[in-house]
């Protein structure tokens, strides 16, 4: 059959070899292929301590979810696997009621401002660790509170602050923010002097923390920690207008390294706002501006 198989061969070897040559090279793709992606899958399972903190915080939730160890029993959960689920403490209201509350809390909100110019009466510390607590309220990911709220009070402290505020925003808006982001700004009359870091009597930082530490030194991935931070801030803000005080949602431009230090806070926290807190100058003015009506930002379905 060899013999018989010579003319073939000698007339198409150069096809032949092509042939070989093509089926070798896909087999060593896709076994080099796959070992890649098994050493990926393995390395994002149980590798995550080589990975910084915003590399950790970027891996899609699929990543989070998967068994570091890989083995059938998956990963121990951060909260008690016998966590005690109790009766939900809820009271129905009247649909008359509900409508009451709803368009007093309306009209309460409604009057709510930014204000840049504080007074320096002081406000009672006891106030503003009730807010703190009604921040500490909201919702997060997985139940991991993912927030630290700094709250200084001390003149020399809020001065340091501001000078390292000050220091930054001077260089914002002469060369970072651009021609068109401060031409924004100017009908809001804001600069780069910020007095109302020294005036107000209190300053909340909010910082979000991209992870912890557990008891054995292991991560705890904070899940949609971000978010969480957001929805805290904003019952934050809340709270604070509701009980009769002001303040501005300041997010001083890459200032957080530089206050993260100074306020002695660890490398898993990352500032998101500068909440100054108090009372308004008796002289406070603020732009005469209009909200979207209703129509605008509601789609009914």
């Known amino acids: 059959m060899v013999l018989a198989l010579m003319p073939f ?9 092509a042939g070989v040559l ?14 890649s992606s098994l050493r990926t899958t393995q390395q994002r399972r ?6 910084s903190p915003d590399q950790a915080a970027e891996l899609p939730d699929e990543d989070l979810e998967c068994s570091e160890d890989g083995d059938d029993d998956g990963p121990a959960p951060s909260l008690p696997a016998d966590l005690e689920h109790v009766p939900l403490q809820f009271e129905r209201m009247s649909e008359d009621e509900m409508r009451a509350r709803a368009r007093d809390f309306y009209r309460v909100m409604d009057r709510r401002r930014t204000v840049r110019a504080f007074s320096t009466d002081p406000v009672p510390m006891d106030v ?3 807010l703190v607590r009604t921040a500490g309220t909201a919702p997060s990911g997985a139940h991991t509170e ?7 009070s001390t003149e020399e402290l809020k001065q340091q602050v501001r000078d390292i505020v000050e220091q930054e925003e001077l260089i914002n808006y002469t060369q970072r923010m651009g021609d068109q982001w401060t031409t924004d700004l100017k009908p809001l009359r804001t600069n780069w002097e910020k007095a109302y870091l020294t005036d107000a009597p209190h300053l909340i930082l909010v910082f979000k923390q991209q992870y912890s530490l557990k008891e054995d ?7 949609y920690n971000e978010l969480s931070v957001a929805i805290a801030s904003g019952l934050l ?3 604070i207008h509701y009980a009769g005080l002001v303040t501005l949602t300041s997010t001083p431009l890459n200032c957080g390294p530089a206050l993260r230090a100074l306020l002695g806070r660890p490398a898993n926290e990352k500032l998101t706002l500068l909440l100054p807190v108090g ?15 209703l129509d605008d930002i509601l789609v009914r379905l």
């Open 217 to 223: 030194g292991s991560r705890r991935n904070h899940y």
């Open 9 to 17: 061969l000698a007339a198409n070897w150069l096809y032949i070899l």
């Open 22 to 35: 093509c089926f070798v090279t896909a087999r060593f793709t896709i076994a080099t292929s796959y070992a």
């Open 128 to 130: 503003i660790e009730d």
């Open 46 to 51: 149980r590798g995550r301590e080589h990975l």
């Open 146 to 152: 993912p927030w630290t709220y700094v709250v200084v």
């Open 279 to 293: 009372y308004p100058a008796p002289d406070a003015t603020v732009p005469d501006l209009r909200r979207k009506p």
């Open 237 to 239: 803000i809340t709270a």
